[in-house]
Structure formats: C-alpha cells, structure tokens
C-alpha cells in the first residue's frame, strides 16, 4: 500500500483523482506542464527535510554541505542554459522572484513602466491590488489596439515623461515575440533598468523558439514550471554586479529558509531543458500553437494580434457570441481545460471577460502534434459553437478520453 494511502486516505483519494483527471483531459492552461518522474520524485525527497538558510558554502545551520551541492548544481545550470553570469535559484515563485528584483533596484515610490495585466501583463508587474501596484508608481504601456502587438512607441512615451527606475517586459497573455532589444535600447535612452519576467517563455528561450532576453537585459526572473516544465517556482538571473544585492533581497529581505527538495528539482529541470530533445520539443510547442491558431482562425473566430509566434493563442469568444465563463465552461465539460481571459481593451468584466487563453505545452509533453491539434480545435469549435449543447460536450468528451489513453502523461509511465 502507498504510504499516502495508509497514512491519509482522504488525501490519497484527491491524489488519485488528479493524476486520472490530468491524464484524461486535454490541459491547455498555457502556464500549465506536466513534470518529468524525476521532477516529481525530488520534490517528495528527504530534501525536504532540511534547514538551509543562506547560500551554499554560507549557511546559517550546520548539516548543510550536502544540500549545497545541489543549490550550485542547480545556479551552475541555470547560468549555462541561458549564458547568465550569475542566478539565485531560491525564490518560490515568480511572485516572489519579482519582488526580490523591485526590493534590489528600487525603493518604494518609485518609478516602473510595465505591461498593463489587462493587456496581457501579470500582477506582480504593477495591478493596483498586488503589492507591486501599492509599493510602487507603476505606468502601464499595452497592446496597439489595431494588430494587438505591444506598442513600443507607448513604451518610449512613457519613459520620457515619468523617466522610470525600471522597465518590465513579459506577459501572461501575450501571443507575439517580444522585442527585448528594443526594450533595452528604450531603457538605454532614458536611463532606466530593464527587467525581463520570461515566466511564459523561459522553455521556448531555453530551446531556441524566441529571442532571449538574458543579453539584454539586468535581471531575467521567471518560474520554471511553465514551458520550462520543471518544479512550481521562480528564480532569478542577473548580471555579475547586483548578485549580492539579489541575493540578500530573496534572503533575509523576503523568505526565510530556502525549499531545498524543489531547488534540486529546479536543476534536474535545468540539465533536462538542455537536452537536444528539449529543443525539439519547444519547436514542437510553437508548431502546436500555430496551428490551434490556424484552425480556429478557419473556423471564423478572432485571434488577439491574428495568430500567435509562442505557446498560446487568446481568443476572443466574445466576437462568437460566447463569454469567457462560458466557453470555458463547455469546453470543461467536453475535456477541454483552458482559462478565461481578458482582451485588451475588453468590455467585460475580469471575472467573466471576453476571451479564452489557449495553450499547447502540456499537450506537446504528452507527445501530440499537429495531427490532435487539428483535431482538437474541431472538438473546440462542435462545444463553442452550441456551449448549452450537453450532448455534444458529452460526446467530444468521450472522444477525448479516447485520445488521452494513446498519449499517457509522464506521470503514468513510471
Ligand atoms: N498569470 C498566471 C498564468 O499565466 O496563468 C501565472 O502567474
């Protein structure tokens, strides 16, 4: 019997019926993956068990020189997978990886230019609720409202006015390449700092599918659970001369003792996204989308920006006659996971907007090509197009089931 099952029968059963759930469904929540065994088996290791707040060779508890072999595998990684001079592999977030760069650069009051969330950007980057927003004078660029692409002159605009401290890129929801170089060239202009969150991206960089912006910029923050595919976390990458003030920003500045068991899943997720496999993988995500992207576009719905360049697609439902709350609703029942997200310039309120966000990592890890997803945006497009239609969303979901069982999730193969 597994010791969960002894221990904790409850908790056994939520175990179980989320492993099937997430074999017998299509997960497409673009920041959604599914983790390698050997990812999961770290994170439920005797790793767990130990204190080691510092850093490795620098800890304030004794027992900590094993663990510190894992910590700087996992710094020595990061840096060679990126070709950054120096990272902190602490942060148990993106969350928290972004605050530790706002605690190093800047003091509360000042000045940031970022990506507004209802354009595709993140909280952390400035939304008046999030501790971003209250610590700091966050301007908010967005998308041009013609071809959904970030407007770079706004970007420019804004730092000549407000002459920020830091410039934020990245976005939750943003279907196109990112100019970092431009970016940086603003940030060079004006004087300002320039921070890039890669969450979204970091496996699409780490596989060669879009420009990095590790050259560019003097932080790179990101999770490794998204198209990295790693553990649930975050962690930082900087030039050589603020590593000492990241690092004292994460530790004492914002948490205490580090999650040694995820730190050493962060580099197996590491070493496995510098595998050529890897590399055929990001390009199989960005192949995936495209053509969620190209089928959706034939059967009469409107893309954000008209298609996408990485792994997601937002779709603006509402143009079909559909809430966000609605499709993803019918699309749940049919087997179909994705979130509802707000469009820019959306008219529709946050909790049920006007779009859905549709992405491909985790299906791609499963192994599906352009083949299912051909087949998927017609499952998408048989529930959208009638989403009261129980029937239909009954039937769709008895065929995902079917699929599913030909592409098992790793988690299944061990
Ligand atoms: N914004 C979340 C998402 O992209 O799903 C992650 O923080």
């Not at 179980?16 to 994170?43: C, K, P, V």
């Not at 767990?48 to 094993?66: I, L, S």
């Not at 990245?170 to 320039?194: E, M, N, P, V």
């Not at 979204?200 to 596989?207: D, E, M, S, Y």
């Amino acid at each position: 019997m597994h010791p969960i099952a002894a221990a904790d029968p409850a908790i056994w059963k939520v175990l179980q019926d989320e492993r099937i759930r997430q074999q017998d469904g299509l997960e497409m929540i673009a920041s959604e993956n599914y983790t390698s065994s050997a990812i999961l088996a770290a994170q439920g290791s005797v790793l767990t068990n130990k204190y080691a707040e510092g850093y490795p060779g620098r800890r304030y508890y004794g027992g900590c020189e094993v663990v510190d072999e894992a910590e700087k595998l996992a710094i020595d990684r990061a840096c060679a997978l990126f070709g950054a001079e120096n990272a902190n592999v602490q942060p148990h977030s993106g969350a928290s990886a972004n605050m530790a760069v706002y605690f190093a650069a800047l003091n509360p009051g000042d000045t940031i230019v970022a990506m507004n969330l209802a354009h595709g950007g993140h909280l952390t980057h400035g939304m008046h609720l999030n501790f971003s927003g209250k610590l700091y004078n966050v301007k908010h660029y967005g998308v041009r409202p013609d071809d959904g692409r970030i407007d770079y002159d706004q970007v420019e605009s804004l730092c000549k006015e407000h002459k920020p401290k830091l410039v934020v890129a990245g976005a939750s929801a943003y279907s196109r390449t990112i100019q970092f170089d431009q970016f940086a060239d603003i940030c060079k202009r004006h004087g300002a700092l320039f921070m890039v969150d890669m969450a979204h991206i970091a496996g699409l960089v780490a596989g060669g599918q879009h420009p990095s912006p590790v050259p560019w910029a003097d932080f790179v923050t990101s999770t490794t659970h998204k198209t990295l595919r790693g553990p649930r976390s975050g962690f930082i990458m900087c030039r050589k001369e603020w590593i000492q003030k990241i690092n004292q920003a994460v530790f004492p500045g914002l948490q205490g003792g580090p999650l040694m068991h995820v730190v050493a899943a962060k580099a197996i997720g590491f070493l496995e996204a510098s595998q050529p496999e890897f590399r055929a993988y990001a390009a199989q995500v960005v192949a995936n989308a495209r053509t969620i992207a190209h089928e959706l576009l034939s059967h009469g719905y409107r893309l954000i920006s008209g298609g996408t360049d990485n792994h997601l697609v937002l779709v603006d439902v509402n143009a079909s006659g559909l809430s966000g709350r609605q499709a993803e609703r019918a699309l749940d029942a049919a087997g179909i996971t994705v979130n509802r997200n707000g469009i820019p310039f959306d008219t529709r309120p946050p909790l049920d907007p006007s779009g859905v966000r549709i992405g491909t990592p985790a299906l791609t890890t499963r192994g599906m090509t352009e083949v299912e997803m051909r087949q998927i945006a017609a499952w998408m497009h048989r529930v959208l197009k009638a989403p009261d239609d129980t029937a239909a969303q009954a039937a769709v979901r008895a065929e995902v089931r079917e699929l599913c069982k030909s592409f098992p999730a790793p988690h299944e193969h061990a």
